[in-house]
């Protein structure tokens, strides 16, 4: 199903990641989301003290570029499917209100990075050890194309069928790199669930 605003909250991985992608359509789109995720995390209680909203804003939007590239990387461009339309974009579903589309990717966020970090996991490791880092996306049988099955994909129809999960893993270092700051994020939420819905 293709949704046709922001707003619509992504409920799995695939959908998680389209939606930061389909956010990404100006220049300050993705800092906007940062800044906004931060301002909302310093305004809980007892956390204007703590430095959490400028680490937010000051990593957050790396991660997120990271996170288009990755897919832009592995995706069949010519064929790929977007759960978000183009007319699901920041300027029209989040300028005017950007706390009400950065609630929606907070609630999702657990999702996508989750997901990311399994991902990464699974494609650095052999399939001797429990992993995929040796096979490829065009073997519709391997267990790299069925953990792409499992997060949403049309493996051989969406997704580069030459990538290898080797190479995938090349093109995640970006999720060590938030690594902190999502544990952060983390504390915070799980000491605040009122706010959050995940």
């Known amino acids: 199903m293709v949704h046709h605003s922001l707003h619509v909250s992504p409920k799995e991985f ?3 990641l ?15 989301l940062s800044h906004t995720v931060g301002d909302m995390f310093d305004s809980l209680p007892g956390m ?6 400028d680490e937010i804003a000051n990593n957050l939007p790396d991660f997120l570029f990271s996170v288009v590239n990755f897919l832009d990387h592995i995706r069949n461009d010519a064929v790929y499917r ?3 339309s183009r007319n699901a974009n920041w300027m029209k579903d989040c ?5 009400k589309c950065a609630q929606t990717f907070i609630d999702a966020f657990p999702i996508l990075f989750d997901g990311l970090q399994e991902l990464k996991y699974k494609c650095s490791v052999s399939k001797a050890n429990g992993g995929c880092s040796d096979e490829s996306l065009g073997d519709p049988d391997s267990d790299l194309a069925h953990v792409f099955h499992m997060l949403g994909y049309d493996v051989s129809r969406e997704l580069d069928v030459f990538k290898t999960g080797a ?3 090349e093109e995640m270092d970006f999720v060590d790199e938030f690594k902190p700051t999502f544990h952060s994020m983390t504390v915070v939420m799980d000491s605040h669930p009122a706010f ?3």
Not at 18 to 32: H, K
Not at 48 to 53: D, P
Request: aromatic content about 16%; charged content about 30%; cysteine-free.
């Open 48 to 53: 204007s003290v703590t430095n959490i909203g």
């Open 82 to 84: 977007m759960d978000y």
């Open 18 to 32: 389209d939606w930061v992608a389909a956010a990404n359509d100006g220049l300050f789109s993705l800092y906007d």
């Open 95 to 99: 300028d005017e209100n950007p706390e």
């Open 14 to 16: 695939k959908e998680t």
């Open 167 to 169: 190479e995938i893993a």
């Open 196 to 198: 959050f819905e995940y």
